[in-house]
């Protein structure tokens, strides 16, 4: 090193990578157990597609190989776009949602680091456009083999009307719609558990429970959770105890869809989120409000893929509009700010 | 005792490293055989060398006088012969030379006589000259020349003098041993300075890291009877920036670009403090200070070094290990690298580490930034240091100044903490070059435009003033010729003046030299003898022939007439 500093933390993009893929194992043991071991497999395509890719997309933009695909961050991408599908997609639906957030979303940006949108809601995003029928097939807890899921990710049998369910969300959304039934008595439904989606609800806490570890080892910083957990619990209050017939509880809404996988792992997206304290905040807020918006108004049964993306295209101007002041510019500082 | 301490936002905690240098008591370095002086060595003005090779010098003699308001003396470390006063290499990162005096020791280390004032009585003026002449600068690394700052804010007076004993950059314990060895001499050089500056409290600020020097400056103030707090503030690097310490002792924010003083505040370094003491109390210019010697040595410590004396040589005292690649001067933070191992300690140099690859790894290779925005976290500046380096890398310049790039402080917190290993400060670096360089050549462009717009306007002007003279000219001729025209009517038939003025000039002119002709005509010559007008008319035609042999020589230096007319103009008033 020619320059000083001369001593560095001991920390690297490979390290913060790993810590977030450790945080995530958490929810995905939960999902496995009680959803079924599915989700492995699809992790397994998925990881094997992004890093052929992330390496393939290097090699063709003549960037080194090793050290990038070495980082990690490709096999974080692959984790969270499989998460946020069913578990029961077909293999080439989850090699086409790889192949979009890597190739597409990331490498033809600029590679790490340049993409202004979160590759794996992008994913998501086109892969419910396009596929909306497969993207909506949610098994419920404990109710298909592995065997079945396996036939089901593999192979080509998609007559699984009768075993899969509508998810929580999407049970309450339809029953709402009929006209006919109020929130209490759609949530009388056995998709639904004590808090959200049967069984979802403890893979929800699983993923609390990385979140909170990614926040002590202070790979995310409180903020974002913070907002979007207090915004989407907020706006829910107040809209539930305005007419708890049509309004789903706020408790519903935090265990329900992605909102815990969301609020710890896809709305801290450092690349392609807001940087300032007070932009997290209005990042993170506004996905929340945009995500509740969808849920109970828009077409989609979970909103905050599109929230996120949103959101995403603010943080321009989020950043510029929130500059902290520096030091010597505060307000409140004694003899500052004259 | 319990005093209200503030925070400021980020810092980091590296590994201190400072323990293995403090075991030993200050060791005094031995006088080397040469010693290079560079005159250049506070910020400011370099000194001007008032010695010449062959000249005998003594200890503390001032061999270099302050070039100018920000600067200060230099004196001879030891007593010897001035060997030479030319460029040597200095301990400066571009390892460029400057000029330096270069002095063969005879080993007597004999003093001068020493000066004395009394500061209590003399006019403050004649002690800053005093102190500028003492060479006293500030010795935790800025070299700002002490005197500049040895003065009261508005109104006559300063709210607080800060002592810094900080000493936050890794393996650096200069300050501490100093505290702990010599706390009698920085409280007493506090006390003069709290006299100059006519301050109301003194807080002596100090990293609790440290808890020997905090328990010896305690004792010492108290031994001495003074009021001045020693107040042990958190382990924090950058703690001990002037800006920093400030913030945590005081609250007060100094923004970039103001000086503290308008905040009520000074700040001085303990081994400043303790310079002052010997310049003004026993008469002893700085010669010398404390460095300390670590990194990749056998035995890390102390020593009181002369200014010039050879890094290598202070190093070889401490047993380098044969795998030290480079000398770093300063700490692992703010280090500055030395372009050779021989440059000479100077004021500002408080460390010498010895660098090896185990000590100072090779930079990882430089990852793409992910925004994950550890270095906003870690700026005690609290600046955006990401959005700086987008800025930088992109050279979009103004951009990085409107994100307060000139606010930084280069204490390397965002590169110690970036996983991405970008050398972040190395890109500030350059995008504040890139704009100084910017400037200067703005200023440069602007300079020439200028002078190219006054030539012009000037031009312009001796080209109006000689219109106003001819036009001042013929309307004087005008005139004449009218009143010749009222008086001489033929005259005035021969030129209608007021219908062709041109043509009366010429007219004009034409009857002056005809006028003048007829006058010439009866010369003094006319009633000479035929002889003498012979000889006159010999005269003549031989002068005709000199003035056609001239005629060549005399056009020759025309020329150089034409080039001065293109001379550079004279500065502009």
Redesign the interface.
């Given at each position: 090193m020619i320059h000083s500093p001369y001593v560095r933390k001991a920390v690297s993009v490979q390290r913060t990578m790993g810590l977030v893929l450790l945080a995530l194992i958490p929810g995905i043991v939960a999902h496995a157990l009680l959803i079924g071991p599915g989700v492995l497999v699809n992790l397994a395509i998925s990881t094997i597609t992004a890093v052929g890719a992330e390496a393939l997309m290097l090699h063709l933009r003549k960037r080194p190989v090793a050290i990038a695909v070495g980082d990690l961050s490709a096999v974080v991408t692959a984790w969270l776009v499989t998460l946020c599908f069913p578990p029961i997609v077909p293999w080439w639906l989850t090699v086409c949602g790889a192949l979009v957030a890597i190739v597409a979303v990331k490498h033809l940006y600029g590679g790490l680091g340049q993409n202004p949108f979160n590759p794996a809601m992008i994913a998501y995003c086109s892969m419910i456009v396009a596929f909306p029928a497969l993207m909506s097939q949610w098994p419920p807890a404990g109710q298909l083999s592995f065997d079945t899921q396996l036939a089901l990710i593999l192979g080509g049998a998609r007559d699984i009307d009768g075993i899969t369910g509508a998810t929580a969300l999407d049970a309450l959304r339809t029953g709402l719609r009929s006209g006919t039934q109020t929130v209490d008595a759609v949530l009388q439904g056995s998709a639904f558990g004590a808090l959200g989606g049967r069984g979802w609800e403890w893979i929800s806490v699983g993923y609390v429970a990385g979140g909170l570890f990614l926040l002590a080892k202070r790979i995310i910083t409180w903020h974002m959770p913070l907002a979007f957990i207090g915004v989407l619990a907020g706006i829910s209050t107040l809209f539930w105890l305005l007419d708890p017939g049509r309004f789903a509880s706020p408790l519903f809404h935090l265990a329900s869809g992605g909102a815990m996988l969301a609020a710890f792992f896809i709305v801290t997206d450092p690349v392609s989120g807001a940087t300032t304290p007070r932009g997290k905040l209005l990042f993170a807020g506004g996905i929340a409000l945009i995500a509740w918006l969808i849920r109970n108004f828009g077409a989609y049964p979970e909103g905050i893929a599109f929230g996120v993306l949103l959101m995403n295209m603010c943080v321009p101007l989020l950043d510029m509009k929130t500059q902290p002041p520096v030091f010597g510019h505060h307000k409140d500082a004694k003899g500052g700010g004259k | 005792m319990l005093r209200e301490l503030f925070r400021?936002?980020g810092g980091?905690k590296?590994?201190t490293n400072k323990s293995a240098s403090t075991t030993s008591p200050i060791a005094k370095a031995p006088i080397p055989a040469r010693l290079v002086v560079p005159l250049h060595q506070s910020l400011g003005s370099p000194a001007i060398a008032l010695v010449e090779p062959g000249q005998r010098v003594l200890k503390g003699e001032r061999i270099g006088a302050a070039g100018g308001r920000l600067s200060a003396a230099i004196h001879a470390p030891t007593s010897g012969v001035v060997r030479a006063v030319e460029p040597a290499l200095v301990p400066h990162?571009s390892g460029l030379r400057e000029p330096a005096v270069i002095i063969e020791s005879d080993g007597e280390d004999r003093w001068a006589e020493p000066e004395h004032i009394n500061y209590r009585i003399t006019p403050p003026d004649e002690v800053r000259d005093f102190v500028r002449d003492a060479g006293v600068v500030g010795l935790g690394g800025a070299v700002f020349p002490t005197h500049q700052k040895m003065r009261p804010g508005s109104g006559g007076k300063t709210r607080t003098l800060v002592l810094n004993g900080a000493e936050c950059e890794?393996f650096i314990t200069c300050d501490d041993m100093l505290m702990r060895e010599r706390a009698d001499g920085i409280v007493s050089g506090a006390a003069i300075l709290r006299h100059m500056l006519q301050a109301e409290e003194v807080l002596i600020g100090i990293e609790d890291n440290k808890p020997e020097a905090i328990a010896a400056m305690r004792q010492a103030v108290a031994a001495a009877g003074e009021h001045m707090e020693v107040v042990a503030v958190p382990t924090r690097y950058p703690a001990g920036g002037a800006?920093q310490l400030i913030?945590v002792l005081?609250?007060?924010?100094?923004?970039?670009g103001?000086r503290s003083t308008d905040?009520?505040v000074q700040c001085f370094n303990v081994g400043t403090a303790y310079s002052v003491h010997e310049a003004l109390e026993l008469g002893r210019p700085l010669v010398s200070r404390i460095v300390t010697v670590a990194g990749n040595v056998e035995r890390p410590g102390n020593y009181e070094v002369l200014i010039g004396t050879p890094m290598d040589e202070l190093v070889r005292l401490c047993g380098p290990r044969a795998d030290t690649r480079f000398l770093?001067m300063?700490g692992?933070?703010?280090?500055?690298?030395m372009p050779a191992f021989d440059v000479p300690v100077v004021k500002a140099t408080n460390c010498v580490l010895a660098?090896d690859d185990k000590?100072?790894?090779?930079?990882?290779?430089e990852?793409?930034?992910?925004?994950?925005?550890?270095c906003?976290?870690a700026c005690?500046?609290?600046?955006?240091p990401?959005?700086l380096y987008w800025f930088s890398r992109s050279k979009n310049f103004g951009k990085a100044q409107e994100?307060?790039l000139f606010?930084c402080i280069?204490c390397?917190c965002c590169?110690?903490?970036?996983?991405?290993?970008i050398?972040l400060?190395?890109y500030y670096?350059f995008s504040k070059g890139e704009i100084w360089a910017r400037e200067r050549e703005k200023a440069a462009a602007d300079q020439a435009r200028e002078r190219f717009e006054f030539r012009n306007f000037r031009q312009e002007r001796e080209k109006a003033e000689k219109a106003a003279k001819l036009a001042a000219k013929a309307a004087e001729t005008r005139a004449k010729l009218a009143e010749a025209g009222t008086a001489e009517a033929p005259a005035a038939a021969e030129a209608p003046a007021a219908e062709d003025p041109k043509k009366a000039l010429i007219a004009a002119a034409l009857a002056r030299a005809k006028a003048q002709k007829a006058e010439i005509q009866p010369q003094n010559t006319d009633n000479l003898s035929p002889q003498t007008q012979a000889e006159i008319a010999d005269i003549e035609t031989r002068r005709k022939a000199l003035e056609a042999a001239a005629v060549p020589a005399s056009t020759a230096p025309a020329p150089q007439a034409a080039d001065a007319t293109d001379l550079p103009d004279e500065p502009r008033p």
């Open positions: - | 400021f936002h980091v590296p590994a990162a890794p800006k913030r005081t609250g007060i924010e100094v923004p970039h103001e905040y009520g770093v300063g692992p933070m703010m280090g500055v690298r660098a000590l100072f790894p090779p930079a990882p290779p990852q793409p930034c992910i925004r994950c925005t550890e906003a976290k005690p500046v609290e600046l955006q990401f959005e994100y307060h606010d280069e390397g590169a110690y903490v970036c996983p991405s290993h050398p400060v190395d670096r």
